[in-house]
């Protein structure tokens, strides 16, 4: 998952992501995978095929970042 630039395989990553760690595990790994993506900055090109929109790239991050409550405190640690 680390450096993805394609919206879909990152979308996807971060779907397998959020899974995991809703499976309480290696969450600090996991977390930093995801993490240097927040914010999203993504603008999806004119007539875009694949329909991935920045709305849905937030949503699919804030679902890894908000799976288990020892997100938090890596989040806030970090900080």
């Known amino acids: ?13 971060l779907r397998c ?5 809703s499976r309480n595990g290696n969450e600090e790994i996991l977390y930093n995978a995801v ?3 927040f914010p999203i900055a993504f603008l999806p090109p ?3 095929p ?3 929109t920045p709305e849905r790239l937030r949503r699919a991050l ?3 970042l908000t799976a ?3 997100i938090s405190y890596l ?3 970090a900080a």
């Open 1 to 13: 998952l680390q450096g993805e630039k394609d919206p879909r395989c990152l979308l996807r990553g």
């Open 17 to 21: 992501t959020e899974h995991a760690l």
């Open 35 to 37: 993490s240097p993506y």
């Open 46 to 48: 004119k007539n875009d």
């Open 50 to 52: 694949f329909r991935v």
């Open 62 to 64: 804030r679902r890894c």
């Open 68 to 70: 288990t409550p020892y």
């Open 75 to 77: 989040a806030t640690d």
